[in-house]
């Protein structure tokens, strides 16, 4: 992006933690802050991942973290503040598109950041790959709102939908290039 990268700061935590953008339980999972720039990982999290959403494995937790660095590099380049800033002024349906775009752009920075891992240390096995896309769809909000036994209404999706995550993901993976993960002027969102 032409950007000077600043790392964020990572904060490891169970139960729950104290940030600057609020307190947070473990029930939100992992969060990034962009009033103290750093990723908040609820280590119980990747537990659970596993056990009751059948996405485990280590290269699903790397694709989490990614994802959550995806958002400091939103902050970074200015959409984050932008988003924030137009959520506030819009209906609520056109705010849950501005956070699915957010979310999908967020899984695409993780997409790059796996192939460029791969590319510049040849870091992945077999089946990293598959890991990420599985945690991705497990937690696309149309599964999520049908394992709570809800019929998964799109309107409300703030994450996006099960094949939107894996599609992102794999974008980013396929083209390495921070240009593809144009999600604010894709039409299918």
Do not use: K
Request: glycine letters at 12%; proline letters at 3%; aromatic letters at 8%.
């Amino acid at each position: 992006a032409g950007l000077a990268y600043q790392d964020p700061t990572l904060v490891l935590f169970r139960g729950a933690v104290q940030s600057a953008c609020g307190g947070a339980s473990a029930a939100m999972g992992p969060f990034y802050c962009p009033g103290d720039q750093r990723v908040y990982l609820d280590t119980d999290f990747f537990d659970m991942m596993g056990e009751r959403m059948g996405a485990g494995g280590d290269f699903a937790a790397a694709y989490v973290i990614a994802h959550e660095v995806g958002h400091h590099v939103q902050n970074l380049t200015g959409v984050l503040g932008a988003v924030h800033g137009e959520r506030g002024r819009i209906s609520e349906v056109d705010s849950n598109r501005l956070s699915v775009a957010t979310e999908l752009q967020a899984d695409c920075y993780a997409g790059i950041w796996a192939r460029h891992a791969q590319e510049r240390f040849g870091s992945l096995d077999v089946g990293d790959l598959e890991e990420a896309m599985r945690a991705a769809e497990a937690v696309g909000d149309d599964v999520i709102q049908a394992s709570a036994g809800r019929t998964p209404m799109p309107d409300s999706f703030t994450h996006g939908s099960a094949a939107q995550r894996r599609e992102w993901l794999e974008r980013g993976f396929g083209s390495g290039d921070m240009a593809q993960c144009d999600t604010f002027a894709a039409q299918n969102l």
